[in-house]
Protein backbone atom coordinates (compact mmCIF):
# COMPACT_ATOMS: atom_id res chain seq x y z
CA UNK A 1 0.00 0.00 0.00
CA UNK A 2 1.64 3.21 -1.12
CA UNK A 3 2.01 5.88 1.46
CA UNK A 4 -0.94 8.42 -0.21
CA UNK A 5 -3.68 5.43 -0.24
CA UNK A 6 -2.73 4.55 3.46
CA UNK A 7 -3.07 8.09 4.99
CA UNK A 8 -5.89 8.66 2.61
CA UNK A 9 -7.85 5.50 4.77
CA UNK A 10 -6.91 6.90 8.27
CA UNK A 11 -8.13 10.19 7.64
CA UNK A 12 -9.83 11.13 3.94
CA UNK A 13 -11.00 14.37 4.61
CA UNK A 14 -7.50 15.46 5.10
CA UNK A 15 -5.94 13.74 2.19
CA UNK A 16 -8.58 14.11 -0.59
CA UNK A 17 -7.43 12.26 -3.21
CA UNK A 18 -5.37 8.53 -4.00
CA UNK A 19 -3.64 9.65 -6.62
CA UNK A 20 -0.94 12.09 -6.98
CA UNK A 21 -1.72 15.07 -9.18
CA UNK A 22 -1.22 14.94 -13.06
CA UNK A 23 2.11 16.07 -14.86
CA UNK A 24 -0.70 18.71 -16.50
CA UNK A 25 -2.12 19.92 -13.40
CA UNK A 26 1.18 20.34 -11.84
CA UNK A 27 2.63 22.01 -14.63
CA UNK A 28 -0.32 24.53 -14.38
CA UNK A 29 0.01 24.88 -10.46
CA UNK A 30 3.91 25.93 -10.62
CA UNK A 31 3.85 27.86 -13.59
CA UNK A 32 3.36 31.15 -11.90
CA UNK A 33 5.77 30.84 -9.25
CA UNK A 34 8.79 33.01 -10.20
CA UNK A 35 11.96 31.13 -11.31
CA UNK A 36 13.78 33.51 -9.24
CA UNK A 37 11.73 32.94 -6.29
CA UNK A 38 14.29 32.69 -3.31
CA UNK A 39 11.34 31.44 -0.52
CA UNK A 40 8.35 29.27 -1.71
CA UNK A 41 6.33 27.44 0.53
CA UNK A 42 4.37 24.07 -0.12
CA UNK A 43 0.98 23.76 1.56
CA UNK A 44 -0.10 19.37 1.66
CA UNK A 45 3.16 18.45 -0.64
CA UNK A 46 1.76 14.71 -0.16
CA UNK A 47 3.86 12.71 -2.10
CA UNK A 48 6.07 15.46 -3.56
CA UNK A 49 4.68 15.44 -7.06
CA UNK A 50 4.47 19.60 -7.22
CA UNK A 51 7.90 19.32 -4.89
CA UNK A 52 9.60 17.89 -7.76
CA UNK A 53 8.44 20.55 -10.72
CA UNK A 54 8.99 23.54 -7.64
CA UNK A 55 12.72 22.15 -7.45
CA UNK A 56 13.35 22.52 -11.22
CA UNK A 57 11.44 25.51 -11.88
CA UNK A 58 12.36 27.96 -8.60
CA UNK A 59 15.19 26.31 -6.80
CA UNK A 60 15.32 28.20 -4.04
CA UNK A 61 14.82 27.97 -0.18
CA UNK A 62 11.73 25.29 -0.16
CA UNK A 63 9.65 25.07 2.77
CA UNK A 64 6.81 22.15 2.69
CA UNK A 65 3.96 21.80 5.40
CA UNK A 66 2.49 18.35 5.50
CA UNK A 67 0.27 17.11 7.82
CA UNK A 68 0.49 13.69 7.99
CA UNK A 69 3.74 12.44 9.52
CA UNK A 70 4.15 9.81 6.95
CA UNK A 71 4.17 11.75 4.12
CA UNK A 72 6.11 14.15 5.60
CA UNK A 73 8.93 11.78 6.39
CA UNK A 74 8.83 9.97 3.15
CA UNK A 75 8.91 13.89 1.78
CA UNK A 76 12.25 14.40 3.74
CA UNK A 77 13.72 11.29 2.37
CA UNK A 78 13.28 12.24 -1.35
CA UNK A 79 13.96 16.06 -1.31
CA UNK A 80 16.41 16.23 1.70
CA UNK A 81 17.09 19.56 -0.24
CA UNK A 82 13.41 20.51 1.16
CA UNK A 83 12.66 22.07 4.68
CA UNK A 84 10.02 19.77 5.39
CA UNK A 85 7.84 21.09 8.72
CA UNK A 86 4.74 18.56 9.92
CA UNK A 87 2.66 20.60 10.65
CA UNK A 88 -0.80 22.65 10.41
CA UNK A 89 -1.20 25.45 7.58
CA UNK A 90 -3.10 27.39 9.97
CA UNK A 91 0.37 27.56 11.82
CA UNK A 92 1.98 28.70 8.88
CA UNK A 93 3.08 32.28 10.28
CA UNK A 94 4.78 30.93 13.40
CA UNK A 95 6.63 28.26 11.14
CA UNK A 96 8.20 30.54 9.30
CA UNK A 97 8.87 32.82 11.91
CA UNK A 98 10.95 30.10 14.08
CA UNK A 99 12.72 29.31 10.52
CA UNK A 100 13.58 33.48 10.28
CA UNK A 101 11.40 33.55 7.25
CA UNK A 102 9.01 36.84 7.26
CA UNK A 103 7.80 37.33 4.12
CA UNK A 104 7.58 34.54 0.95
CA UNK A 105 7.23 34.90 -2.43
CA UNK A 106 5.10 32.41 -3.64
CA UNK A 107 2.68 29.74 -1.90
CA UNK A 108 1.47 26.19 -3.71
CA UNK A 109 -0.85 24.41 -1.77
CA UNK A 110 -2.26 20.93 -2.67
CA UNK A 111 -4.63 21.10 0.27
CA UNK A 112 -8.10 19.67 0.44
CA UNK A 113 -11.04 21.43 1.91
CA UNK A 114 -11.56 20.05 5.20
CA UNK A 115 -7.74 22.16 5.69
CA UNK A 116 -10.15 25.57 5.10
CA UNK A 117 -12.54 24.75 7.36
CA UNK A 118 -12.86 26.34 10.64
CA UNK A 119 -10.51 29.52 9.85
CA UNK A 120 -9.24 31.79 7.65
CA UNK A 121 -6.59 29.99 5.47
CA UNK A 122 -6.08 32.35 2.35
CA UNK A 123 -5.52 35.37 4.85
CA UNK A 124 -3.20 33.75 7.17
CA UNK A 125 -1.60 32.43 2.94
CA UNK A 126 -2.11 36.20 2.30
CA UNK A 127 -0.06 37.15 5.55
CA UNK A 128 3.32 35.89 4.62
CA UNK A 129 3.59 36.59 1.07
CA UNK A 130 5.48 39.18 -0.19
CA UNK A 131 3.83 42.39 -2.40
CA UNK A 132 4.56 40.87 -5.51
CA UNK A 133 3.79 37.00 -3.94
CA UNK A 134 1.74 34.54 -5.45
CA UNK A 135 -0.23 31.90 -4.29
CA UNK A 136 -1.91 29.03 -6.06
CA UNK A 137 -4.77 26.39 -5.05
CA UNK A 138 -6.54 23.45 -7.22
CA UNK A 139 -10.15 22.72 -7.37
CA UNK A 140 -11.76 19.79 -8.35
CA UNK A 141 -14.27 20.71 -11.32
CA UNK A 142 -17.08 18.87 -10.47
CA UNK A 143 -17.01 19.95 -6.86
CA UNK A 144 -16.65 23.52 -7.68
CA UNK A 145 -19.99 24.51 -6.49
CA UNK A 146 -20.42 22.78 -3.34
CA UNK A 147 -20.19 25.05 -0.43
CA UNK A 148 -16.90 24.06 0.86
CA UNK A 149 -15.94 25.28 -2.41
CA UNK A 150 -17.51 28.34 -2.56
CA UNK A 151 -16.76 29.07 0.73
CA UNK A 152 -12.51 29.08 0.37
CA UNK A 153 -13.55 30.62 -3.33
CA UNK A 154 -15.17 33.65 -1.08
CA UNK A 155 -12.19 33.69 1.62
CA UNK A 156 -9.41 34.15 -1.30
CA UNK A 157 -11.70 37.16 -3.08
CA UNK A 158 -11.40 38.30 0.49
CA UNK A 159 -7.82 37.96 1.26
CA UNK A 160 -6.16 38.69 -2.65
CA UNK A 161 -7.12 42.12 -4.95
CA UNK A 162 -6.63 39.61 -7.91
CA UNK A 163 -7.85 36.06 -8.51
CA UNK A 164 -7.03 34.08 -11.73
CA UNK A 165 -9.60 30.82 -12.24
CA UNK A 166 -7.71 28.41 -15.23
CA UNK A 167 -9.20 26.94 -17.97
CA UNK A 168 -10.49 23.24 -16.76
CA UNK A 169 -7.48 20.73 -17.08
CA UNK A 170 -8.66 17.46 -18.68
CA UNK A 171 -6.15 15.55 -18.48
CA UNK A 172 -6.16 15.39 -14.37
CA UNK A 173 -8.11 12.59 -12.59
CA UNK A 174 -10.70 14.21 -11.75
CA UNK A 175 -10.56 17.10 -13.81
CA UNK A 176 -9.12 20.45 -12.32
CA UNK A 177 -8.75 23.87 -11.94
CA UNK A 178 -6.15 26.44 -10.53
CA UNK A 179 -6.90 29.46 -8.76
CA UNK A 180 -3.50 32.02 -8.82
CA UNK A 181 -4.19 34.77 -6.32
CA UNK A 182 -2.10 37.79 -6.35
CA UNK A 183 -1.60 40.81 -4.49
CA UNK A 184 -2.55 39.88 -0.55
CA UNK A 185 -5.48 42.56 0.28
CA UNK A 186 -3.50 43.07 3.99
CA UNK A 187 -0.54 44.38 1.64
CA UNK A 188 -2.14 46.71 -1.27
CA UNK A 189 -3.34 50.38 -1.85
Known amino acids: MTVLLREFVRDPLATASITPSSAALTRAMVRPVPRAAPVVVELGPGTGVFTAALQERAPGRHVAVELHRGLAAALGERFPQVEVVTG ?11 RGVRTVDAVVSGLPWAAYAGGDLPRTIASVLG ?24 QLRAAFDELVLTRTIWANVPPALVYCARRPVERSG
Do not use: C, K
Open 88 to 98: SAQDLPAMLAE
Open 131 to 154: PQGVFTQFTYTWTRWAPPSRRQLG
